[in-house]
């Protein structure tokens, strides 16, 4: 067993490889990346690390994944900017921080809801960050006793956790997941050697290629969203005079429990397949709102409305890592283009990593830390600077974003085809947000579906055939029962309005 001179040690040698010069930079340079991105609407962090990915493949692992982790939480801070100065979320899981956040700045408090909302981001993520020092070793002991079955099982329910969890509606998100797993079908069986859904194309033998995927769905398909918004109205938001950063007594008041609050939901909910950061912050506020002496008073400037889901959103994207460094498994679509980036530098996301790999599991938690230290640093001073920046013209930014995609995109392999897969995918995207499906079920099943044939075929290779294995073993056995549960959950009546009533803030 870990005792806690093992996760001590594990932490100075985390702090060894967090402030190499190196890894200090790309860490500095993604929280600024992710900032920008947060603050700009029309990019969210997925679509940005998506694009970002190639270039990130000439860095080391840990460096890599260190840049790709700053970018993600440093957008959640950065999307608080432009909500509560200008009402403008610049990133989805900050839309809830807009109605009182802007609220406070309507009374002449935005510079005041700025400091809780990036105080209350720092505190979040800096418990994020204990919470997967001290875990993460307890539960990859644990994972350690998985087998083929439970792998299999575990899967299956982050499937269909993600599903119960995503915005919308629940038949949009299942036929999402079944065509992100007939994606990962394509290219050659690795038992049988037979092509799958090839369609006589060569490219395609090894399955479809990762980045164009992403990349379409996520980075050209945003951007083709945002440029049909704003192409008829580009008028430059008028910029609130900011007030002095310090909140009064009754502020502090309100704010410090609401976000101790956000942070214990935000700790969970980013555990859970498809919670993460948009799901902890709407949560966060409803359950701050019911709670609340005074409800009526959200929405109109109410601190406790800006503490709690910017708490949440901050320490569900930290807890987000723990399932993906322990488990293997991604909880959300970020943690899925994490896993692809592991993946393809031969790093495979789950248990080993922390016995195999330690300067790169420490490393990354312990530059979790610093970078939430950086994005203290970097927001609240540097705020007149990320507002000023919304007066750049989408019709001016866009081109270079695409081009930058492309250019990626086609270094990797210096294939044109993986462009015109990035075109295809990127016009799927662009279709899908019209039919109001979310993509990030499909790239979750894309992930997960190889793996999972994978261990359900050694499974029945275990129990020779027999499916009963799935219920013989009784970790696998609990799983299963969890898995019924869920399934009972979705038809639910209580379950359905506590979900609507959780997104319709």
């Given at each position: 067993?870990?005792?806690?001179?093992?996760?001590?040690?594990?932490?100075?040698?985390?702090?060894?490889?967090?402030?190499?010069?190196?890894?200090?930079?790309?860490?500095?340079?993604?929280?600024?990346?992710?900032?920008?991105?947060?603050?700009?609407?029309?990019?969210?962090?997925?679509?940005?690390?998506?694009?970002?990915?190639?270039?990130?493949?000439?860095?080391?692992?840990v460096t890599g994944l260190i840049t790709l982790a700053g970018i993600y939480y440093g957008a959640q801070y950065g999307g608080s900017t432009t909500s509560i100065l200008l009402r403008l979320p610049g990133e989805a899981s900050s839309v809830i921080t807009a109605l009182d956040g802007y609220g406070m700045t309507r009374k002449g408090r935005g510079g005041a809801a700025l400091t809780i909302a990036?105080?209350?981001?720092?505190?979040?993520?800096?418990?994020?960050?204990?919470?997967?020092?001290?875990?993460?070793?307890?539960?990859?002991?644990?994972?350690?006793?998985?087998?083929?079955?439970?792998?299999?099982?575990?899967?299956?329910?982050?499937?269909?956790?993600?599903?119960?969890?995503?915005?919308?509606?629940?038949?949009?998100?299942?036929?999402?997941?079944?065509?992100?797993?007939?994606?990962?079908?394509?290219?050659?069986?690795?038992?049988?050697?037979?092509?799958?859904?090839?369609?006589?194309?060569?490219?395609?033998?090894?399955?479809?290629?990762?980045?164009?995927?992403?990349?379409?769905?996520?980075?050209?398909?945003?951007?083709?969203?945002?440029?049909?918004?704003?192409?008829?109205?580009?008028?430059?938001?008028?910029?609130?005079?900011?007030?002095?950063?310090?909140?009064?007594?009754?502020?502090?008041?309100?704010?410090?429990?609401?976000?101790?609050?956000?942070?214990?939901?935000?700790?969970?909910?980013?555990?859970?397949?498809?919670?993460?950061?948009?799901?902890?912050?709407?949560?966060?506020?409803?359950?701050?709102?019911?709670?609340?002496?005074?409800?009526?008073?959200?929405?109109?400037?109410?601190?406790?409305?800006?503490?709690?889901?910017?708490?949440?959103?901050?320490?569900?994207?930290?807890?987000?890592?723990?399932?993906?460094?322990?488990?293997?498994?991604?909880?959300?679509?970020?943690?899925?283009?994490?896993?692809?980036?592991?993946?393809?530098?031969?790093?495979?996301?789950?248990?080993?990593?922390?016995?195999?790999?330690?300067?790169?599991?420490?490393?990354?938690?312990?530059?979790?830390?610093?970078?939430?230290?950086?994005?203290?640093?970097?927001?609240?001073?540097?705020?007149?600077?990320?507002?000023?920046?919304?007066?750049?013209?989408?019709?001016?930014?866009?081109?270079?974003?695409?081009?930058?995609?492309?250019?990626?995109?086609?270094?990797?392999?210096?294939?044109?085809?993986?462009?015109?897969?990035?075109?295809?995918?990127?016009?799927?995207?662009?279709?899908?947000?019209?039919?109001?499906?979310?993509?990030?079920?499909?790239?979750?099943?894309?992930?997960?579906?190889?793996?999972?044939?994978?261990?359900?075929?050694?499974?029945?290779?275990?129990?020779?055939?027999?499916?009963?294995?799935?219920?013989?073993?009784?970790?696998?056995?609990?799983?299963?029962?969890?898995?019924?549960?869920?399934?009972?959950?979705?038809?639910?009546?209580?379950?359905?309005?506590?979900?609507?009533?959780?997104?319709?803030?």
């Amino acid at each position: 067993m870990l005792d806690h001179t093992t996760i001590l040690d594990g932490i100075a040698l985390g702090l060894s490889v967090a402030v190499h010069p190196t890894n200090l930079l790309f860490a500095f340079l993604g929280c600024l990346i992710g900032t920008l991105v947060g603050v700009l609407p029309g990019l969210g962090p997925t679509a940005t690390i998506a694009i970002l990915l190639p270039i990130t493949y000439t860095l080391s692992p840990v460096t890599g994944l260190i840049t790709l982790a700053g970018i993600y939480y440093g957008a959640q801070y950065g999307g608080s900017t432009t909500s509560i100065l200008l009402r403008l979320p610049g990133e989805a899981s900050s839309v809830i921080t807009a109605l009182d956040g802007y609220g406070m700045t309507r009374k002449g408090r935005g510079g005041a809801a700025l400091t809780i909302a990036a105080v209350g981001s720092f505190f979040a993520g800096t418990v994020g960050t204990l919470f997967i020092a001290v875990f993460a070793p307890v539960l990859s002991v644990v994972v350690l006793k998985f087998g083929a079955p439970e792998y299999f099982m575990l899967m299956v329910i982050g499937l269909v956790a993600s599903v119960i969890l995503a915005q919308g509606s629940v038949l949009r998100a299942l036929a999402m997941i079944m065509i992100g797993l007939l994606l990962g079908m394509v290219g050659t069986d690795m038992n049988s050697g037979q092509y799958r859904y090839t369609f006589g194309s060569y490219e395609l033998l090894q399955g479809i290629p990762f980045l164009p995927l992403v990349v379409g769905l996520f980075g050209i398909a945003d951007i083709l969203v945002a440029v049909e918004r704003y192409v008829r109205d580009e008028t430059v938001p008028t910029i609130s005079r900011i007030s002095s950063l310090w909140p009064n007594s009754e502020e502090v008041r309100k704010a410090v429990p609401a976000s101790l609050r956000g942070t214990v939901i935000g700790l969970f909910l980013g555990l859970l397949p498809g919670g993460g950061a948009l799901m902890s912050s709407f949560v966060a506020y409803s359950v701050e709102k019911r709670f609340s002496k005074m409800p009526e008073g959200f929405g109109d400037g109410d601190p406790a409305g800006v503490a709690a889901p910017e708490s949440a959103n901050n320490a569900g994207s930290q807890t987000a890592f723990l399932p993906l460094l322990t488990l293997g498994l991604p909880s959300n679509a970020v943690m899925a283009l994490m896993t692809g980036a592991m993946l393809i530098q031969g790093i495979v996301p789950g248990p080993q990593i922390m016995t195999k790999q330690p300067d790169l599991f420490w490393g990354l938690i312990a530059s979790m830390w610093i970078g939430n230290l950086m994005l203290l640093v970097i927001n609240l001073p540097l705020v007149g600077l990320w507002v000023q920046l919304l007066k750049i013209r989408y019709r001016m930014l866009f081109p270079v974003i695409i081009v930058v995609s492309l250019i990626g995109i086609y270094g990797v392999n210096f294939s044109t085809f993986d462009i015109f897969l990035t075109a295809l995918f990127g016009l799927f995207g662009y279709l899908m947000h019209k039919w109001r499906c979310e993509p990030a079920p499909l790239i979750l099943a894309f992930v997960l579906g190889p793996m999972m044939e994978q261990y359900f075929r050694r499974a029945l290779l275990i129990g020779r055939g027999d499916l009963g294995i799935f219920i013989d073993r009784p970790i696998s056995l609990a799983m299963l029962v969890i898995l019924i549960g869920l399934f009972i959950s979705l038809a639910a009546p209580h379950f359905r309005s506590f979900r609507r009533e959780a997104f319709s803030e």
